[in-house]
Each structure stands twice: as C-alpha cells, then as structure tokens.
T-cell receptor
Framework: SQQGEEDPQALSIQEGENATMNCSYK?????LQWYRQNSGRGLVHLIL?????REKHSGRLRVTLDTSKKSSSLLITASRAADTASYFC??????????????FGEGTQLTVNP | DAGVIQSPRHEVTEMGQEVTLRCKPI?????LFWYRQTMMRGLELLIY????????DSGMPEDRFSAKMPNASFSTLKIQPSEPRDSAVYFC????????????FGSGTRLTVV
C-alpha cells in the first residue's frame, strides 16, 4: 500500500516560475526523501530530510517537513523545461535497524513549459 | 561506478514462461530493493535484502514470484509462471550504510507478458 500521497497529481507551469509539490503520509518515519523520474527512466534521488529537521536546501530545491501534520513540501525555484518529470516522495522507516524500507507515493507530474 | 545495473532492459515473453530479472547493485551497498511500477498501482516494494538476507518479502504478490541474493553483487527476481498482469517495469535499487543519502535506482526492466 502507498504511504505517501502527493498533491497535486499534475502541475503545469511556465519556465521561471516556482513549483510546489506536497506530500502527506500516515505513519511514523525517520526520514522523507524526494525522487525524480524522467519518462522511461529510473528514479533519481534528489534530497533527504530527517524527521528531526524542518527545512533543507539543495541548489534550487527546498524541502520542508512538518511531522505534526505528517506532511512535506518540495519547492523548485526558477523552474526550467528540463525540470519536467514526475516527482515522488518516499518515507523511510527503519526496521529492526537493518536498513530503511522506502515507501513511495503516487507522484506529481510536473510540466515546465518553455 | 556504473551505478545499479539491471538486465535485460526489455523482456517480452509468453504467458506461462519463466522470467528472470537480474540486478547488480553498487559495490559496497548493503541494502537491495526490488520495486514494481505500473500505472494502476504506482511503485510497489516487492522485497528487500540487507546484507544479502531477505528482510521483508511481504510485497511479493504471489508464490509465482521469488527473489534471491546469493552474494553482495548479484540478485535475481524470478516469475514462474508469468501472467499478463505481471507486465510492468521492475526496478532494482541499492543503498549503503549511510541511509541518509538515499538509494540508487537502476534503469529498470520493462516486462511484457503476452
């Protein structure tokens, strides 16, 4: 079953605008990760935020995490056509201290129009 | 590093045939995951290994599915007998002991069962 739910399912913006995607989850986590998937390709890890962190930046990416609301957001600033892809949030929950199981949401399809 | 290597990239087989998907994780990574992606169900975790030991196979849909990891550099996912509803893209991912950097996905195997 899917842990995370992304919102919106699809987002279309113009180049240069900011894109915000949201993710909600249901159970306790020890980290939340965002991945990107281009059509027909594998997933690429973008950024990870731990459960004790509230905000994290990486280049044009900004991630926030609110564990009280069980939600996260991914902001892409100054978007480019090359940012067009599907974006997934994934929650990590350590199991028996033997690695972290990742459960993915359904993704947001972002289209950046040139 | 060549990343996570999956083979074959594409597989078309007839219903009832045995299918074997292969994965070579990144050297030094100790966790390996098999995911299945379809339009209807999104990304589903099938099974994951830690230090070559299966930790959670609750996502394996049926007894027709089996996975092995005989050593740290190789894993297989086998479907026997295959059915049309098994058609999907199967991804392998690996992760190191530092789970904070996320996981690395292979390019996937697109399986079509006719």
């Amino acid at each position: 079953s899917q842990q995370g739910e992304e919102d919106p399912q699809a987002l279309s913006i113009q180049e240069g605008e900011n894109a915000t995607m949201n993710c909600s989850y249901k159970t306790s986590i020890n980290n939340l990760q965002w991945y990107r998937q281009n059509s027909g390709r594998g997933l690429v890890h973008l950024i990870l935020i731990r459960s004790n962190e509230r905000e994290k930046h990486s280049g044009r990416l900004r991630v926030t995490l609110d564990t009280s609301k069980k939600s996260s957001s991914l902001l892409i600033t100054a978007s480019r056509a090359a940012d067009t892809a599907s974006y997934f949030c994934a929650t990590g929950s350590a199991v028996l201290m033997s690695g972290s199981r990742l459960t993915f949401g359904e993704g947001t399809q972002l289209t950046v129009n040139p | 590093d060549a990343g996570v290597i999956q083979s074959p990239r594409h597989e078309v087989t007839e219903m009832g045939q045995e299918v074997t998907l292969r994965c070579k994780p990144i050297s030094g990574h100790n966790s390996l995951f098999w995911y299945r992606q379809t339009m209807m169900r999104g990304l589903e975790l099938l099974i994951y290994f830690n230090n070559n030991v299966p930790i959670d196979d609750s996502g394996m849909p049926e007894d027709r599915f089996s996975a092995k990891m005989p050593n740290a550099s190789f894993s297989t996912l086998k479907i026997q007998p295959s059915e049309p509803r098994d058609s999907a893209v199967y991804f392998c991912a690996s992760g190191g002991r530092d789970t904070d950097v996320g996981y690395t996905f292979g390019s996937g195997t697109r399986l079509t069962v006719v």
